[in-house]
C-alpha cells in the first residue's frame, strides 16, 4: 500500500511528567488482533531516522576565520546546506512519512557566524534576526534537537529565544530547574508514523544534555539550573515513555560514549555516558551520540538487563556526516516490536550544498564576511607562527598576554588577586598571521581557531615544573652535534602541536639532547629560581583545565574563575580596546631549547 501525505502524523508530548500525548487526530483502527498465523506473512514496517550532532554554527562550508572554503587534511565538508542535500536523498529513498530528523546538541556557538547572532547582531534584541542555525534547521524539517553544553554559552535569554524561534522542541530532561526540580526543558518528544497497516508506530525521542554545563556554564546557569546524570535521568523517563505506548525509544545524548570525565571530581555524574545509558537503562533501541567530537558508524552496546543490543552512533562534527538509523519493525502480540535496527553514517563531502538553504541564508552569510572582514586595530610588526612550534615567538606571547590581563581583571580585589598570573597557549596553527598594519577580525579569530574559554587555576612551583616536563615531551630527543631539521623536530610520539604549552611568566630551557621527563632546565620566576612551593595562578584554556592532553596536576588544581567567552573574542575586544598592538610591548623570549647548554636557534 503507498503512502501518501496523511501517512506522517506527528503528535508531541507536553514538558510535564506523565503527560498524555497531545494530538487532535482521531485514532487509527487498531491492527486486527489476530496475529499472522494461517499462513499469513507478518506485518512489518520499516522507518530511518537522520541525526546530526555539535553542528556549531556551521551553515555553509565556509571558514570564517580563514574567509574562505572549509578543507581539511582529510578533504571533509561542513554545514546544515550539504547536509539538507543528504536529508532529501534519503527521504527519497525511504519516504519522506518513514523518516524523522534529530539532532545531539551544541547548535549555536563555534563559527564566527553563530557569535554574530548572538553577540553582534542579537536575536534577543527587540524586532531582533531568527537565528541561522533555527532557519536552516527549520527549513530541513527537524523534530527535535538535544541541547548540547555550548547551547549555555551566551547564557540562558538567546538559549531562549533561540528555542523559541526553532519549529522543533529542544530536549533536555536532565536540565532541571534550580528550585523547582522540574524539567526546564521538554523531556521528550512522541512522533506517529502512520504505517500501511493500520496501527501507528509511536517513536519516543528522550534529549539529555551534559551534566559539564554546571562546571563549563557556572556564571549562566548557578542558581538557575542544575544537570543530574544521564543513566539517572534516563532510568526516570525510559519506562515512562514505554508505559505511554513508545514503540521505540531513541536518545539523543549530549554525551560521548567512552565513560570518561573531564571534571574529575567536580562532579559526581560522568561526562561521556551515552554507553553506559544504553548498558544500564532497559527500553532504549537507539542512541545518538554528540559531545565528543569522533565519528562512530555503529557501535552496539549490550544492555545488563534485558541482554538486548542498544544501537549508538555517533556523526562527525560540524555537519561532516549524517547518521541514518534504520529500523525493522514486526507486528506481534498486538504491538510493533524493533525486529532489527542498525546504523552507519554518510559523508556530506558527496553532497552540493542545497540551493534551498544557500537563497535562505546567502544574505546572513554575506553580512558576517564583512563583519570578520572589519579592521579592530593595526600591528606595529607583522607576527607570525611559522616557527612557533620552536622558538618563543611574539604571535604566541600576544595569547598569553591577553589571557594574563583577563585573569588579571577577573581576580582584582578578590583572595587571590595578589597572586601572580601565569599563562599557557599552544601554536595551533603554523599558518596564523598578524600583519604589520591593518589587523581584521578574522586575522585575530584565526590565531585562536579552537571554541575554548578561559579559566584560571591554582598551582605550586613544583606542578607547573612537571607540567613543563609533559609539555616539553612534543620535542623528537636530538644528540648534540646532530643535525637540527625543525620540520622533523617536534610531534614526538604523535603529539598534536595543540599539546604543547609554552608558560609565560617563568623564564626556562628545553634540553631536547636529554630524555622526555628530564628536559626543563634553569627554570626561573623573576630572575631566582623557581620556588617548588610557591602558589601561582594559571591562565588555561578549558580544554587543558578539563583534563584535554592529560597534562599532570591542571585538571585536579582549584578553580579560581572560569569564562564562558571564547577566548578567539576575548583576543578580539582585547586588540579593539588597545587599538594599536605593539609587539615591543608584549613579546619576551621566556623559553628556548638548547642541547648541552647551548641555544639550539
Not at 494530538?23 to 537522520?50: K, L
Not at 574562505?68 to 525511504?94: C, P, W, Y
Not at 562532579?267 to 554528540?290: C, H, K, R, S
Not at 538487563?305 to 514486526?330: I, N
Request: net charge neutral; with cysteine; glycine share 8%.
Amino acid at each position: 500500500m503507498p503512502l501518501n501525505r496523511r501517512t506522517f502524523l506527528g503528535t508531541t508530548a507536553a514538558a510535564g511528567a506523565g503527560a498524555a500525548i497531545a494530538g487532535g487526530v482521531a485514532a487509527p483502527a487498531e491492527a486486527h488482533e489476530h496475529e499472522h498465523g494461517h499462513g499469513r506473512a507478518p506485518r512489518r514496517y520499516s522507518f530511518s531516522v537522520m541525526g546530526t550532532t555539535d553542528l556549531h554554527g556551521a551553515v555553509f562550508n565556509w571558514d570564517y576565520f580563514t574567509d574562505k572554503e572549509f578543507d581539511d587534511k582529510a578533504h571533509n565538508d561542513v554545514g546544515l546546506a550539504k547536509i539538507s542535500t543528504l536529508v532529501e536523498q534519503i527521504r527519497k529513498e525511504k519516504g519522506r512519512h518513514n523518516t524523522l530528523m534529530i539532532d545531539a546538541g551544541d547548535t549555536i556557538q563555534g563559527t564566527q557566524l553563530s557569535y554574530y547572532y548572538a553577540k553582534v547582531d542579537p536575536i534577543t534584541a527587540k524586532h531582533g534576526p531568527v537565528h541561522p542555525m533555527a532557519q536552516a534547521m527549520n527549513a530541513i524539517g527537524y523534530h527535535a534537537a538535544a541541547l548540547g553544553n555550548h547551547e549555555f554559552n551566551y547564557g540562558i535569554p538567546v538559549l531562549r529565544k533561540f528555542e523559541e524561534q526553532c519549529d522543533f522542541p529542544l530536549l533536555g530532561a536532565n536540565a532541571l530547574d534550580a528550585k523547582t526540580l522540574k524539567p526546564a526543558f521538554r523531556p521528550y518528544v512522541i512522533k506517529r508514523l502512520r504505517t500501511p497497516h493500520g496501527r501507528d508506530v509511536k517513536v519516543a525521542i528522550l534529549g539529555l544534555t551534559n551534566p559539564g554545563i554546571a562546571i563549563w556554564d557556572k556564571a549562566n546557569v548557578s542558581g538557575k539550573m542544575v544537570f543530574p546524570g544521564l543513566e539517572e535521568q534516563a532510568a526516570k523517563w525510559v519506562p515512562k515513555l514505554r508505559s505511554m505506548g513508545a514503540d521505540v525509544v531513541i536518545v539523543a545524548a549530549h554525551a560521548g560514549s567512552s565513560g570518561t570525565s573531564s571534571y574529575g571530581d567536580q562532579l559526581p555524574y560522568i561526562e561521556n555516558a551515552a554507553a553506559l545509558v544504553a548498558e544500564q537503562v532497559p527500553g532504549i533501541d537507539a542512541i545518538l551520540v554528540g559531545h565528543a567530537h569522533v565519528e562512530i558508524p555503529e557501535y552496539r552496546v549490550k544492555n545488563k538487563q534485558t541482554g538486548k543490543d542498544v544501537v549508538l552512533s555517533e556523526p562527525l562534527k560540524w555537519g561532516q556526516r549524517l547518521t541514518v538509523f534504520d529500523f525493522e519493525l514486526v507486528w506481534e502480540k498486538g504491538c510493533w516490536a524493533v525486529e532489527k535496527a542498525g546504523s552507519k553514517v554518510l559523508n556530506s563531502n558527496t553532497a552540493v550544498e542545497d540551493p534551498k538553504i544557500v537563497r535562505l541564508l546567502s544574505d546572513e552569510h554575506k553580512k558576517v564576511v564583512a563583519y570578520v572582514n572589519q579592521v579592530i586595530g593595526t600591528s606595529k610588526a607583522a607576527m607570525t607562527t611559522a616557527e612557533a612550534a620552536w622558538k618563543d615567538e611574539p604571535i604566541i606571547d600576544l595569547i598569553n598576554t591577553v589571557q594574563v590581563d583577563t585573569v588579571k581583571a577577573a581576580l582584582a580585589g578578590g583572595a587571590y588577586a595578589s597572586l601572580p598570573v601565569l599563562s599557557q597557549a599552544s601554536c595551533f596553527s603554523r599558518t596564523a598571521v598578524i600583519p604589520a598594519g591593518q589587523i581584521t577580525i578574522k586575522d585575530a579569530a584565526g590565531l585562536y581557531p579552537f571554541e575554548n574559554t578561559l579559566e584560571a587555576r591554582l598551582l605550586t612551583g613544583a606542578q607547573l615544573k612537571d607540567y613543563l616536563e609533559f609539555s616539553a615531551r612534543y620535542y623528537v630527543q636530538t644528540a648534540a652535534g646532530a643535525p637540527v631539521d625543525p620540520a622533523k623536530l617536534t610531534n614526538a610520539d604523535n603529539t598534536p602541536d595543540y599539546n604543547y604549552d609554552a608558560v609565560s611568566g617563568l623564564k626556562y630551557d628545553i634540553d631536547i639532547a636529554k630524555a622526555a621527563g628530564s628536559r626543563i632546565s634553569n627554570l626561573t620566576f623573576q630572575g631566582k629560581p623557581l620556588d617548588p612551593a610557591a602558589q601561582f595562578v594559571l591562565a588555561v584554556n578549558n580544554y587543558r583545565a578539563n583534563g584535554g592532553g592529560n597534562f599532570p596536576h591542571v585538571a585536579a588544581a582549584k578553580q579560581l574563575w572560569a569564562n564562558s567567552e571564547e577566548i578567539r573574542n576575548t583576543i578580539i575586544a582585547w586588540v579593539k580596546a588597545k587599538g594599536v598592538v605593539d609587539p615591543a610591548a608584549f613579546a619576551s623570549v621566556d623559553w628556548k631549547l638548547v642541547r648541552d647548554g647551548v641555544a639550539v636557534f
